[in-house]
């Protein structure tokens, strides 16, 4: 065993173990959408005293989250998105009508002076908008039914420093809330009820008003011992108005949790149920279980011992990539389990591409030396490396959009993503290689090819040696073809239109099951004498329902819920998503502008790695397999969400990876015969690459039929989708991409692959062309 495998193996094994010992001793932080709760998305606007900005949004954040401490949800998350968004999570809150009014409440705590009792015949001095000058007057209702005439707030409850409820039985003031301020707004204070004091006893004037939400809760009568200027220090401020116990300490909870800066309102609030959630796992893991099954025999299968290697580091991956998102603490949601199942289907794609690499060492190698196979696996391995790392930064870059542009369970799918591409590439370059390394060590496993499975030529390589295809002799018919599907595509997108989910149009989705059967007609007529005719119903299945409305309240979904109750017995609601307009218009154009920039990234990666013609060709094909994609779910009418977004993106980094290998294997041959036709390198490098584009797709096509028929409805539609793209990707890359590159170097003069030439070394010559080598 050679130094070089020693250290991958003892690298491995430290990898492992700490990965072991994380498994076990740390637990996972499961999403909302896998345990069940509830995600609020609340914007800050803009008031008269106070701007949305960011420092605001950051105080915001302080009081909700001292608010949701005092309501007890275990383990809640509260964080800025943005400059003036806050989101929210409260596992186990299944019903967020009670959370998300205390959460709302903005609390605007302010102290005025009293100008007087307003003149029923004048005009209501109120602003009509928030931009109206802060010296305009306000008139609101007191306490006592009557009105009052108020000056700009002099004080916001920001300046209170402590808010508790007391009880005075002895006197009979029953219960209050007593205050304590700020230094800057104690002296605030007693200026105000300085100049309060100046005015005489029983004078309107002389009282304060203290106003909560626009409503004034009191306006108590500045004491007649307090002279003029004078003012009362902090701490002696009592806020009554006959409360009761619970009135009087859920005040001061507010107060004291601080008032919200600025006023919030939900623009996204998203229910899951935690049977969902248990579904869910359950159904994923069942998926990933019998989907990596199958992956590892097939590659056995393909590969016999070094598959069966390859399986164990698989089974490594497996272990590395869960220690890492438990270790970092990424909160795993339902598609980002569902990115870390692919990511199992993908993560053989390295190693495939080193085998098929080693299967050719291994054959050109065979007459010059008894024992080829421990150099046949090292330079399988050397020359894969490029093609590796390329194909798997493809896939990075779209894994950085869905989390850079992505919101809530988006993100988390591009940061499973992310950490899947990064744990393969160490699963096949350091633990597989070790192990096929120290396997390659032994007489036996050298001596019997068909044990290794290097030595095997491989089903589809000894079916193209036999036909051997002269490909793309009239390339424009591909192009042909792949324009005809495209327009296809684009008809049905123009005829049928694009069902957008409520993430992107605004709206509410609610799910439900019923104890009964409920057929979809029954369903309409019911909500429909509810009054909700509008609403759109689906089902996806006899006791599971599906109902889409614009922009409703609570209230209009417990009369929802009652409609379906009244014909399906018991209804429990399991999802609830509710998404604001202005929201929805900011996730759809993240999204156009989250694929502009995959295609503008991809593009450039790729002409710095490539021809400008090979890029372009690359992007052509990618740019295909999108329109396709989105063209049949338009045909199926199918919805266009962000679970669809975060397939769409995958596809992109997939297609882009299968292309890469083509054209890195095309860049290899070209370069061997500088100033040669590209038709050649280009037919040669897709029937070589052919046996790994094939066994790959296999790997994931596992994984994702696994998905779609067992991962329940959650994920049926993502899996479908990658299961369209993976198949359309494949196509586009040998029979859109290589066409285009060789229509773009025929109009090319001159020309030839990039490279300096190199002078032979003394008695080696120029290397063999292996081009037509299959």
Partial sequence: MTRATTVRAVLAAVVLLVSLFVTLTMSPRLGLDLQGGTRLVLQAKDSPTAKADRESTDRTVEVLRQRIDALGVAE?????????????????????????????????????????????????????????????ELVLPDESGGRLRLGAPDLSGAGVKDARAEFDGQRGAGWSVSLDFRDDASRDWTRLTGEAACHPPQDERRRVAIVLDEKVISSPQVSPSVTCGAGLPSGTTQITGSFSADEAKNLALLIKGGALPVPVEVVEQRTVGPTLGAEAISASARAAVIGAGLTALFITFVYRLFGGLAALALAGYTLISYAALVALG?????????????????????????????????ASRSGRTSRPLRSALAAGFRNARTAVVDSNVTTLLAAGLLFGLG???????????????????????????????????????????????????????????????????????????????????????????????????????????????????????ALADAGFADAEVTTAGERELSVRTGDTGDRAEAAIRDALSAEGGATTKVRDDLIGPSLGDELRRHALIALGIAVGA??????????????????????????????????????????????LLTVIGYSVNDSVVVFDRVREL???????????????????????????????LFILTALAVLGGDSLRDFALALLIGICVGTYSSVFTAVPVALEMESRRKGSGPRRQRQRPRPGRGRPADNGARV
């Fill in 602 to 647: 991809q593009l450039l990666y790729l002409a710095v790695r490539f021809r400008w013609s090979f890029a372009v060709a690359s992007v052509t094909a990618m740019v295909h397999d999108v329109v396709i994609l989105i063209g049949v779910f338009a045909w199926l009418g199918r919805p266009i969400d962000g679970i669809f977004l975060a397939a």
């Fill in 330 to 362: 990424v909160t795993l949601t339902l598609p980002g389990l569902a990115g870390f199942v692919l990511a199992i289907g993908m993560a053989v794609d390295a190693n495939v591409l080193a085998f098929e690499r080693a299967r050719e060492e291994y």
């Fill in 407 to 525: 919101s809530g369970p988006v993100k988390g799918f591009g940061v499973t993503l992310a950490i899947g591409v990064l744990v393969s590439m160490f699963s096949a370059l350091v633990i597989a290689r070790a192990l096929t390394e120290m396997a390659a060590g032994s007489r036996f496993v050298t001596d019997f090819p068909g044990v290794n499975g290097i030595g095997l030529r491989g089903r589809v390589r000894t079916y193209l040696t036999r036909r051997a295809p002269q490909l793309f002799r009239r390339s424009r018919r591909w192009l042909g073809v792949s324009t005809v599907v495209v327009a296809l595509a684009v008809l049905g997108v123009t005829l049928r239109g694009l069902n957008l989910g409520v993430e992107f149009t605004g709206g509410r989705l609610m799910e439900y099951t019923t104890s009964r059967p409920v057929g979809i007609d029954t369903a309409r007529t």
């Fill in 670 to 700: 070209w370069a061997r015969r500088p100033g040669s036709d590209l038709l050649p390198a280009a037919r040669a490098a897709v029937l070589q690459t052919v046996p790994r584009t094939v066994n790959t797709g296999m790997g994931a």
């Fill in 76 to 136: 809640p998350t509260v964080t800025r998105s943005g400059e003036d968004r806050v989101l929210v999570e409260l596992p186990d809150v299944t019903d967020p009508r009670e959370a998300a009014e205390v959460l709302g409440r903005t609390a605007q705590l302010t102290f005025h002076p009293v100008l007087g009792v307003p003149d029923d015949t004048a005009p209501d001095p109120r602003p009509e908008s928030e931009s109206e000058s802060e010296s305009a």
